[in-house]
C-alpha cells in the first residue's frame, strides 16, 4: 500500500516484456521525480550530514531516510535536517530497509546512498542521477575515488558491491526476494543487471569515503559487524 504522501506517477518510459528500461530521454517530458532513499541503523553521527547534501541538491524532489531498528537518535537527526522518517521496530537488513523506502514513494527515479559518507557534495549527488534522468544509462554506481586508502581500495577491488546508486525503480522491484538478503543487496542488484543487459556506468566519488565500523562500534563489535556483512554478501552470490 502506499505510504504517507504518496502520490501515482506512471514511469517515465514503459519498460518493455523483458523488463528492461526503454533508453533515451523523452524531451516531451518533464524531468522526474527524485526519492533518494537512505537505510540506517545507529548512524547518528553522520546522517545529518548526508541529508543536508541531499536537501541542497536540485535534482532531489523528496528524501526518505529508513531507520532500521535504531537506537540511538538517527531518526530526531534526519528528520532535524528535513528528511522524512520510517522507523522499523527492529533490524530487518539493509536490502529490507532499501525496499521499504522504495514502497515509500512512487518516484520513477531513485538514489541510494548510505547513511555512514563523509565527503559527499551536491555534485556527486548529480553526477550518479543525471546519467539516469538523461536515459544514457538504468543504473549508475558510485565508486569511492581519492577519499581514504581502506574505501577506496575495496570499491575499486569490487565495484558491484558499492551501496552510492541511482536507477530507475524498477530495477529493485525485479530483484528476487531483494528484503532478505541484507548486506547482499548491492551484489544482487548487480546481478540481475548484469542477467537482464541493463546499462551501468560507474561515477567517480572524489574524496568520498565511509566511516569504517571498527570505528562506529568499536574493534570487536565492529569486526562482528564486518563478518557478518561478508557473510550475506556471500549469501546472496549462492
Not at 514502497?103 to 541510494?112: C, G, I, N, S
Amino acid at each position: 500500500m502506499p505510504g504517507p504522501g504518496r502520490r501515482h506517477e506512471p514511469p517515465l518510459v514503459a519498460a518493455p516484456a523483458e523488463h528492461r528500461p526503454a533508453a533515451g530521454p523523452n524531451p516531451g517530458l518533464a524531468s522526474p521525480r527524485v526519492a533518494a532513499i537512505i537505510p540506517a541503523h545507529n548512524e547518528e553521527p553522520t546522517i545529518g550530514g548526508v541529508v543536508q547534501v541531499l536537501v541542497a541538491s536540485p535534482l532531489v524532489t523528496e528524501i526518505i531516510v529508513v531507520s532500521d531498528g535504531s537506537t540511538d537518535g538517527t531518526a530526531r537527526v534526519a528528520r532535524e535536517r528535513g528528511a522524512r522518517v520510517v522507523e522499523l521496530p527492529v533490524n530487518m537488513g539493509k536490502g529490507a530497509a532499501m525496499r521499504r523506502g522504495l514502497d515509500e514513494t512512487d518516484a520513477p527515479v531513485v538514489l541510494f546512498v548510505d547513511a555512514d559518507l563523509v565527503g559527499l557534495t551536491p555534485q556527486h549527488v548529480t553526477d550518479l542521477l543525471q546519467p539516469v534522468l538523461s536515459g544514457e544509462v538504468e543504473m549508475t554506481v558510485g565508486v569511492f575515488d581519492a577519499g581514504r586508502l581502506a574505501t577506496d581500495l575495496a570499491q575499486k577491488i569490487a565495484p558491484f558491491l558499492s551501496g552510492q546508486r541511482a536507477m530507475r525503480r524498477e530495477l529493485l522491484e525485479q530483484v528476487p526476494e531483494a528484503e532478505k538478503v541484507g548486506y547482499g543487496i548491492e551484489v544482487a542488484l548487480s546481478r540481475y543487471a548484469a542477467r537482464a543487459g541493463v546499462r551501468v556506468k560507474q561515477i567517480p566519488l572524489r574524496n568520498v569515503a565511509q566511516v569504517m565500523k571498527e570505528e562506529k562500534l568499536g574493534l570487536i563489535p565492529g569486526l562482528l559487524r564486518r563478518f557478518r556483512m561478508y557473510w550475506e554478501i556471500l549469501r546472496s552470490l549462492r
